[in-house]
């Protein structure tokens, strides 16, 4: 009896295992946190360390709050598998999980997702994430009887709180400052940030689960332009992902990433273009909605109809062809298609289609066009991290490349060459589709390519994309936008392409897009605004 009773006691207290999950979290998953705290404080390493010992206070309070006897493990649990997950992006990548990311991470698909599941990732999750929560799994917790265990836990809960707020409020100026003006700064702190941003994305889902959709131009017609047409009007609007304005030639890259497009005069580039948002949870939604990027939100994308239910409503053929992780609800209500799991060996050697699945079954869709119709094709484009995935090894121009997706192993010249590769694709494919729009007679036609978001590719420790907008770089906002139209299209409709030229050299935003496509279809509705439809003022005839 005296044996068990001594077995009973081996082990640590709750208080002690709070404490140690506590610094472990502080020392373990926050570089990034502790290397913004330094520059925040401009090196003045005694606001570091009490900034730090008032969060780590804040920290251990939480954990206490959790440290009964049914709640302590599982808790722990959480934040440590949650820590060991999202500083490997956050330090690694220097991708900021906030409500945004959140969502992305909760609307992508499997094939997006497979690439960011890299040996480096799983060697982090099992020494960071894995052997902590084993060792709290297993580890024995020595508890007193229930009331002084609950002493003992407001006794921590109290302490904790005592030295976050005495610290805080002993340099409240600086500290507050501090967290006002730098929202990366706790937007860094792991596992808070994530948890926070789960909470709040749940909360938003769930304020939108019972939302009703608001029909949009329900005054929508055809305009007398397209009416006198004896033929179908054709718009292709071509979706790049992850394209930045930066890297393409025709926007004045020192490279040539564009020769075919650049070879033509026909073509149109807008010159200072601004998406809405830095993914494309965001910005897809957002680009064909008609609210710009200050007004729009996720509820009011779920709850009003978009560009391609006018066009519908207005008698327009719409199909949305998708070679990337969805249309993100913009196509719920009408014709899709997904080309990403073809078997084509042409296109889908690698297991993963590149974006010249499109060219056949547009050339198949023009043959056989009846009607004035958008079509609109989802790029896979150069989406990261697996850039050499996207195009084909004839247009590996740029060397040498970085062939795998862990991207901090490469070069940042190589992860460069690699995605101005996807680029040289990119314009090969932009280039067959005007080819086949200018070689028809079936239909008057028009193209517009416009990228969702842009990249970082390593400068200043940003890969990928997902920023804040508030704290990202122009390399994440900054994308292409390009126009062409038909000879009959420019003669028929009266665009003068010399003033759309003159246009394109003024800013522009996502927001252009559902009043140009509008203007370009000669759509008429009062949810046009003439002032964002970038056509208006270049063309004369009636409208």
Known sequence: MKLENQADQRGISPVLLSIIVAAFIMAAYNNTFWGKAQRVFEGNMLHVALFGLAVFGLVLFIIALFSNKWLQKPFLILLLMTGGVSSYYMDTLGVMIDRDMIQNVMTTTMQEGKHLITFGFISHVVIYAIIPSLFVLLVRVKRPPFLKSLIRQGVLAVVAFALFAGLLMANFKNFSGAIHDNKDLMGSFQPGAPLTSTVRYANMVLNT????????????????????????????????????????????????????????????????????????????????????????????????????????????????????????????????????????????????????????????????????????????????????????KEYERFTPTCDKTELKTCTQQEIINTYDNTLAYTDHVLAETIKMLENQDKAVATMIYISDHGESLGEGGLYLHGTPYFMAPETQYKVPFVIWMSKDYEKDFDVDPTCLEARAQEPATHAN??????????????ERNPDLDVFSACRTKTE
């Open 209 to 392: 689960r019972d939302i009703v959709l608001q029909p949009r131009g329900e005054d929508a017609v055809k305009g007398p332009l397209i009416k006198a047409e004896d033929k179908p009007v054709l718009t292709v609007i071509m979706l790049g992902e992850t394209v930045r304005a930066q890297n393409f030639g025709l926007n004045g890259y020192e490279r040539d990433t564009t020769p075919e497009l650049g070879a033509r005069d026909d073509v149109i580039a807008f010159q200072d273009v601004s998406s809405c948002g830095t993914a494309t949870a965001t910005s897809l939604p957002c680009m064909f909605s008609r609210f710009d990027r200050g007004s729009y939100s996720y509820e009011k994308g779920l709850g009003n109809e978009n560009l391609l239910d006018i066009l519908n409503r207005a008698g327009v053929h719409v199909e949305w062809w998708d070679n990337n992780t969805g249309h993100k609800g913009v196509a719920d209500r009408v014709d899709s298609r997904v080309l990403t799991y073809s078997k084509d060996p042409e296109y889908c050697a690698v297991g993963e289609c590149n974006d010249g699945i499109f060219l056949p079954d547009l050339q198949k869709a023009i043959d056989n066009i009846t009607e004035d119709t958008v079509l609109v094709m989802h790029h896979i484009g150069s989406h990261g991290p697996a850039y050499y995935l996207r195009y084909p």
């Open 513 to 526: 897009l559902f009043h140009s496509v509008l203007g370009l279809m000669d759509i008429s509705t009062e």
